[in-house]
């Protein structure tokens, strides 16, 4: 069946996949990668690329973030040049609903001789910085507020040492701190004291890339991560596919009872979205790293999905995905260790109780994690909240479900270029 969507339709008419959906796929580049090269680029020691960086509204946000600092940052090819430049001058810096340029950059303008002033969307401000702010005082940086909006004063040159933050919000708490860490006078020594830190893979990434670039890192210690001062060499790497933008991807094998190869998929990887591989089996899909020209990532749906239960505390952002797969499976889910995704795009455990109710499914949502029970579903809008990946979870549904209508579809414009027209294209093929 041919499906006609039109991908600037408010809202958009996700497009259902009446046959198997056979297809092998490119996708763009990681956001979290490409973001950490930008910004290590930034305050490397020369002129540095970022290949197939990816093109989406947080890594632009990035690009011009850096670049109001004083770095530049050619972005008209498909590498990234960034060229180091003197962090002079005060500045304006946009974070959009960027977790990575809100967390991320503040640590660097530190090093900056100007005033940089940081904001972002409305939602922005309701998302948790505090800690990094408190932190970076701690740590020798003027800093004039708590929360988007706020000032960071720099004088050339932060002093450092030993901080403690409450990381239980955030991963990216440990991560910016980290990134900026060599270029401090004595360096960065962060503890985490409180619950335990989420999204731990994402801070092994951090520690991956600051070693790549010849930056000494210590993280021998459980809670306990300290970079020496010192070179850190320029960037020159390719951006791996985005795993985590993965999930709708292989969720429609799983829903349609076709197979999606994701090529290019890593053999060994710090990304978080890789975890989809031990998720999907666990529903009763196939999933196969498989080599050759069309080789990457296979999942094969067998036409029926099984319930899970599941710890995300490590993989909070495949929550949404796995949520809509949850509710098409055939027995009960229970999705465990994500209170913290209350702070991520919008709060996420609400929105998609919320958002799966109104479409029919029985969805209960607990402080920390969701039940999701089998249930007739039927069509309806499905709202984002600005959320990229609410969006991803409405497609998913609609490709299985008639009549979901996705609200603010180009939301997924944060990490993913024309993400509906692609998603269109591959079912409509
Ligand atoms: O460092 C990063 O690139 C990210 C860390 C994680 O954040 P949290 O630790 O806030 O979950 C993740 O959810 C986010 O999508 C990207
Ligand atoms: C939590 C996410 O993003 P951010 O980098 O804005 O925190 C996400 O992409 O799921």
């Not at 430049?85 to 810096?93: K, N």
């Not at 660097?108 to 940081?118: E, K, P, W, Y």
């Not at 619950?195 to 991956?208: R, Y």
């Not at 999701?372 to 959320?387: E, K, M, N, Q, S």
Request: net charge negative; hydrophobic share 45%; proline share 7%.
């Amino acid at each position: 069946m041919l499906v006609v969507t039109d991908p600037l339709a408010d809202p958009w008419p996700a497009p259902r996949a009446a046959h198997p959906v056979d297809a092998v796929v490119t996708l763009p580049g990681s956001k979290s990668i490409t973001n950490r090269a930008l910004l290590l680029a930034a305050i490397a020691d020369g002129p540095s690329v970022v290949r197939r960086a990816l093109r989406s509204r947080d890594t632009t946000l990035m690009a011009t973030a850096l670049t109001a600092l004083g770095s530049h940052v050619d972005t008209s090819a498909d590498d990234w040049v960034v060229t180091p430049g003197a962090f002079a001058g005060d500045a304006a810096v946009d974070c959009g609903l960027a977790g990575t340029v809100m967390r991320f950059v503040p640590p660097v303008a530190g090093l900056s001789t100007g005033a940089v002033a940081f904001d972002g969307d409305p939602h922005m401000r309701q998302r948790p910085i505090g800690e990094i702010l408190g932190a970076l005082r701690t740590l020798g940086v003027d800093v004039a507020g708590d929360a988007l909006p706020f000032t960071v004063r720099g004088t050339g040159s932060v002093p450092g040492g030993t901080v403690v933050v409450d990381a239980s919000a955030s991963s990216q708490f440990i991560s910016a701190l980290l990134l900026a860490g060599a270029r401090y006078d004595r360096g960065v020594d962060v503890r985490h004291d409180g619950k335990p830190v989420p999204s731990l893979p994402h801070i092994q990434m951090t520690v991956a890339m600051l070693r790549e670039q010849g930056v000494e890192v210590d993280d021998a210690d459980a809670n306990r991560w300290s970079v020496a001062p010192g070179p850190l060499k320029p960037v020159d790497r390719v951006v791996e596919p985005d795993l985590s933008n993965a999930a709708p991807f292989l969720a429609l094998a799983a829903v349609s009872g076709g197979s999606v190869t994701v090529r290019d998929w890593p053999r060994h990887t710090t990304q978080a979205g890789d975890a989809l591989r031990d998720i999907l089996a666990a529903m009763g899909c196939e999933v196969d790293l498989t080599d050759g020209p069309d080789g990457g990532l296979r999942v094969r749906g067998s036409g029926t999905l099984l319930g899970i239960d599941v710890d995300l505390h490590d993989v909070g952002e495949l929550t949404p995905a796995v949520a809509a797969l949850c509710a098409l499976a055939e027995a009960p889910s229970h999705l465990r260790g994500i209170g913290h995704i209350r702070g991520h795009e919008t709060d996420r455990l609400a929105a998609l109780a919320t958002e799966l109710g109104a479409l029919g499914a029985e969805v209960t949502e607990h402080p920390d994690g969701l039940t999701i029970a089998p249930a007739p579903l039927h069509g309806g809008v499905f709202r984002t909240y600005a959320d990229h990946r609410m969006a991803h979870a409405a497609v998913i549904l609609g490709a299985a479900v008639d009549g979901v209508l996705v609200e603010n579809v180009a939301t997924t414009g944060k990490t993913f270029p024309d993400f509906a027209g692609f998603w269109s294209g591959l079912i409509d093929s």
